[in-house]
């Protein structure tokens, strides 16, 4: 998934990763900033999602480092790494909803909510990964621009 996985930080231009792995977002991560500004229920939630949404990309990247690594064959370690990802992914997509459904309620914008729920199949669940996958990539990059300017 993530052929970069083993360079260093500082060798890594997370908004680029994003755009290389089709994980782009329909709203911006400062229009979502802007969104929820001022109003108190609204930017928890959204600090909230982008916690749980680092949580869940840091253990997509532990389960594929583990099964690029797992030299052993070791199923466990897999099985226990994908369950918990698996949780983690519920919570991700359940916070993420709450959020949009937060804004409806308070008459705020969440348009973008329409491309994460259920296609005709009924799979949504990777458009959810992928945006909390997006979300993390976009607010670290984000992250280390600001350091860089203010050095």
């Known amino acids: 998934m993530f052929e970069n996985h083993m360079l260093q930080p500082e060798e890594v231009n997370f908004a680029e990763g994003a755009e290389n792995h089709n994980y782009r977002l329909d709203v911006s991560l400062e229009d979502l900033e802007e969104l929820t500004v001022g109003d108190e229920q609204l930017e928890k939630l959204l600090d909230e999602v982008l916690d749980i949404s680092f949580s869940y990309t840091e253990t997509v990247f532990e389960l594929e480092k583990v099964a690029i690594e797992n030299k052993t064959n070791d199923a466990s370690a897999i099985i226990m790494l994908g369950h918990k990802r698996g949780t983690i992914h519920n919570d ?8 949009a459904k937060t804004m409806e309620e308070k008459d705020v914008s969440n348009s973008w909510i329409k491309r994460l729920r259920p296609d005709a199949t009924g799979d949504n669940r990777a458009h959810y990964g992928r945006f909390a996958i997006a ?7 984000n992250i280390k621009s600001k350091a ?4």
């Open 92 to 99: 991700t997509i359940n916070k993420i909803n709450e959020l």
């Open 135 to 141: 979300l993390t990539m976009y607010r670290v990059a």
């Open 148 to 151: 860089e300017q203010e050095s």
